[in-house]
């Protein structure tokens, strides 16, 4: 008889859901953890005689999931949380959070919002997000001072702010910043372009070629309003896609944010490219943008994840909410209620966006040789009970309150519903500095 082989971590939930393969649900299995990596799945009788674990978490009314990826935020627009509700995207972009960010954002704000950020997203059960915003040694500093896995954008806009003067000074202090963070695991860096109306088809074509250099990811806000598309064609004689296109950035690992105006063409040229769409369906329907095409993009087979967008235009990091919206809206506009199911649900919010980032090979599912980024939610409650569906629970019944542990490589981020970080007394106090600073600019326009 061979001996117990030790392990860091032994889980054993009542429920687990892997996301690989899709629409499985296994009862009565483990999941063993050794250097942060997920080294067996298997029944629980056979781990219990197979593994030694250091630790071991028994979770009897729980449904273990894979980490949520976020692949759509504004990490740090969390302190402008509801200073602009109720006004569409153009009047909320230039009459409230562009003169706010004028005047407070510095690294200071970002690293500060960062943090608040990251502490409702792991509380939720996002385990990675991809971020768009200035600072982004800043959000960096947050998301690994936090445990938590981040792709950083770098961001490119024409306009000077008090993070650049433009587009070539975004870029360098974006590059340099992620030469800094080069050895930092948790770390990951993208181009983060903010949108065609902000950005030209000099700086367009820049980015591309550092992209193939470099190897990383592109992502940007694209057709997420009617007004977008219009003002494009007044511009520049064609729509925002076939403007990026010509360019050459869906050439790139091109990633799509709200793609809510697109025709059938457009999801075609999308999906011939092998592009993906971060559906933000809280923040679309908030700002009246629309609502994307999913049914149409999962039928010609779109890779379509899940994004928050930032708290000041949803005003929740809870992918929980998005995957409820997401499944719902593409069944009422789409007049077809198996249009977006609980797996597709699931998947989107996990696996898909782990696939657009590059990061699949990692992260996304709970399947051998990946980082244990893992999420455990409870069905104990009674408004959880009783529980004929784990997936269908997880979409349709359950919320981010109900997450009670989260792990990222294998280390506790969440555990018995306690965030493991130990400094939030002294970042609340400095988000009400915060508040302040910004309700008395408010006040004062």
Known sequence: MHPAEPVDLLITPRWMIPVEPHAVTLEDHAVAVRNGRIVAVCPRAEAETRFAP???????????????????????????????????????????????????????????GTLLAAIEMLRGGITCANDMYFYPDAAAEAFSQIGMRAVIGMTVIEFPTGYASDADDYLRKGLAARDRWRDEPLVRFAFAPHAP????????????????????????????????????????????????????????????????????????????????????????????????????????????????????????????????????????????????????????????????????GEIGSIVTGKAADLVAVSLSSPECSPCFSPASHIVYVAGREHVTHVWVGGKPRIRDNILLWQHNTELLQRVRVWQTFLKESASSQ
């Open 54 to 112: 250091t630790e071991r978490e028994d979770l009897p009314d729980h449904v273990l999931i894979p980490g949520l990826v976020n692949l759509h935020t504004h990490a740090a627009m969390t302190l402008m949380r509801g200073i602009a509700d109720d006004l569409p995207l153009m009047r909320w972009l230039q009459e409230a959070i562009w003169p706010a960010e004028a005047k407070h954002a510095n690294a200071e704000f970002v690293r500060d």
């Open 197 to 360: 109306y902000t950005v030209s088809d000099i700086s367009f074509e820049h980015i591309v070629q550092l992209a193939h250099e470099l190897g990383c990811p592109v992502h940007m806000h694209l057709h997420e309003t009617a007004q977008e598309i219009d003002d494009s064609i007044a511009r520049y004689g064609q729509r925002p896609l076939a403007r990026m296109e010509r360019l050459g950035l869906l050439d790139t690992d091109f990633i799509a944010v709200h793609a809510v105006h697109l025709d059938l063409h457009e999801i075609e040229t999308l999906a011939a490219h092998n592009c993906s769409i971060a559906h933000c369906p809280t923040s679309n329907m908030k700002l009246a943008s629309g609502v994307a095409p999913a049914k149409a993009m999962l039928a010609r087979g779109l890779r379509v994840g899940l994004g928050t967008d930032g708290a000041a235009s949803n005003n929740r990091l809870d992918l929980f909410q998005e995957m409820r919206h997401a499944a719902l809206l593409a069944k009422v506009t789409s007049g077809d209620a198996a249009a977006f199911d609980v797996h597709n649900a699931l998947r989107s919010a996990t696996l898909a966006g782990a696939e657009a980032l590059r990061m699949d």
